[in-house]
């Protein structure tokens, strides 16, 4: 063979990307016997678990830890909290980390899933098959999955550095700063601003949107809001950044309207993009779309035999999502011809204090497809013993069409995420109130406010 000319090797399945969606989707094939080759630049596990979901939920449970200890002589306990150990706080993060990623390393090996270091290319040529190149391995698919997830966006004229970091960087913050400056109160931004604010800091969020989490319902955002006055994180509505200057070790952000905020840390926390810049997808004749891929509800894209998955596919950026996407495309190759994954039965949770959860319609967007015909209830949990015992606020919040299923459920309250299963199965299954009422919610827990939700309204 000439020196430099690529080696070619043959598999069923060539997955670009080992996050949610790729190693999914790789497991998966693996196990209808398909042979598939996992392309990985990083770590196996993607943003999710090396610096998304699981170390940020680390980082807020120690959160929970210190306002438990904070609040302990609120239920008679002799408690007090004298400080927080960065260092301690990341060591146990990096051990929940680590020992995953071992588990998943482990599954990938023993799924006898051909693992490929290395940065992978898209080459597409009419008629031929789609190859990922790496180095100096051409790797060839039937089949090619596209599964190469999302960067953390930042603002014209925001570099990211020294005091100024995106979600990435906080995550490895050696110290609590004493001020913080969140940019963006979106999913992201608020589980920030909600751990530096229990680690001690003092945290402004600046969103330029008119309310926190503005995914979610209105309803939801409104209690967010006044739970983090309550916690004394303030929050900026409708404000917009102008420009950040680093002064000597912090940073001072400017507002449009020329106001300025003084911070040790300024989190950027504006969205993410997707990863697909300069990886030949668009060259090969894949079709993007503002960066993102143009895939139909089959996950197909424009070029035959390309599919694409998770963070990349226009869509909530969700690790579950990604994951599903990952199981479809595997399965779909396979032949057994799944149901596509639906964005609105997908269940979201904001693990900030209070947490957030939801799924389907908010009442906004159900009044906009069913107009009058649209029938909500609250359900405060005031009223739910379990809440009162963890001294918890918060609501359920049903909306149904009237006479007809259940389109919507948002909750707001600490530990709440936990109901998003019952309310994804609810809404997944056009349940009525008045199919749920027969059946019991055990007591005491937060589980039985759904269940109040349902009587009141059947
Ligand atoms: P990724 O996980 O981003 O994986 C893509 C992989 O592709 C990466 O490993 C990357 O190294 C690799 N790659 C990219 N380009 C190449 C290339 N050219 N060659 C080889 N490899 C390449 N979601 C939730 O559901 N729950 C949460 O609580 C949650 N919390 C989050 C918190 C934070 C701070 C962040 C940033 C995200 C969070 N998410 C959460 C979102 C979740 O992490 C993503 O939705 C999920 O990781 C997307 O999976 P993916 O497979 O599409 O992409």
């Not at 927080?84 to 588990?103: E, F, T």
């Not at 953390?152 to 004229?157: D, Q």
């Not at 609105?344 to 107009?371: C, F």
Request: proline letters at 5%.
């Amino acid at each position: 063979m000439p020196q430099n000319q690529p080696q070619t090797q043959q598999f069923d399945l060539v997955i670009l990307g080992a996050g949610s969606g790729g190693y999914a989707c790789a497991l998966r094939a693996a196990q209808h016997g398909l042979s598939v080759a996992l392309v990985e630049k990083a770590k196996v596990g993607g943003t999710c678990l090396h610096v998304g979901c699981i170390p940020t939920k680390a980082l807020l449970h120690a959160a929970e830890v210190a306002d438990t200890a904070r609040m302990a002589s609120r239920f008679g306990v002799e408690a007090t909290l004298t400080g927080i150990d960065m260092p301690a706080v990341l060591d146990y993060k990096d051990k929940v980390v680590s020992r995953l990623y071992k588990g998943l390393s482990g599954l990938v090996f023993g799924a006898k899933v051909t693992l490929v270091e290395g940065e992978g290319r898209l080459e597409g040529q009419p008629g031929h098959t789609p190859a990922v190149v790496v180095g100096d391995q051409r790797l060839t698919g039937r089949s090619v999955v596209l599964a190469t997830g999302s960067y953390a966006k930042s603002l014209p004229g925001l570099d990211i550095g020294g005091p100024v970091m995106t979600s990435t960087e906080v995550l490895a913050l050696d110290h609590v700063p004493k001020r913080t400056v969140v940019l963006g109160g979106g999913v992201i931004g608020v589980e920030l601003a909600s751990v530096l604010a229990s680690f001690g800091s003092t945290v402004t969020i600046v969103e330029a949107l008119p309310r926190l989490v503005a995914g979610e319902d209105e309803a939801s955002s409104a209690a967010l809001a006044r739970a983090f006055k309550k916690r004394k994180i303030t929050v900026r509505t409708n404000a917009r950044f102008s420009a950040a200057e680093r002064t000597g070790d912090g940073v001072t952000v400017t507002l449009e309207g020329g106001e300025t905020l003084d911070a040790d840390v300024l989190v950027v926390a504006v969205g993410r993009g997707p990863v697909t810049d300069g990886l030949g997808f668009e060259e090969a004749g894949v079709e993007l779309d503002r960066g993102f891929v143009v895939a139909d509800r089959r996950l197909r894209t424009s070029l035959p035999g390309v599919y694409a998955v998770g963070d990349i596919v226009p869509g909530p950026q969700l690790a579950h999502r990604g994951f599903a996407h990952g199981l479809f495309v595997a399965d779909d190759i396979a032949g057994r011809n799944p149901l596509p994954v639906q964005d609105l039965l997908i269940p979201k949770v904001t693990y900030s204090s209070p947490e957030i959860a939801s799924v389907g319609l908010t009442e906004a967007a159900a009044r906009e497809q069913h107009g009058d015909a649209v029938q909500t209830y609250q359900y405060d949990l005031g009223g739910n013993g379990k809440s009162q015992i963890l001294g918890t606020q918060g609501f359920v919040k049903v909306v149904r069409v009237e006479g007809g299923p259940i389109v919507g459920m948002h909750m707001v309250g600490e530990r709440m995420g936990e109901q998003v299963g019952e309310a994804m199965l609810l809404v997944g299954w056009e349940a009525t109130p008045a199919d749920v009422t027969p059946l019991l919610h055990a007591h005491p827990t937060q589980n039985e406010a759904i269940g109040e939700a349902m009587l009141a309204l059947a």
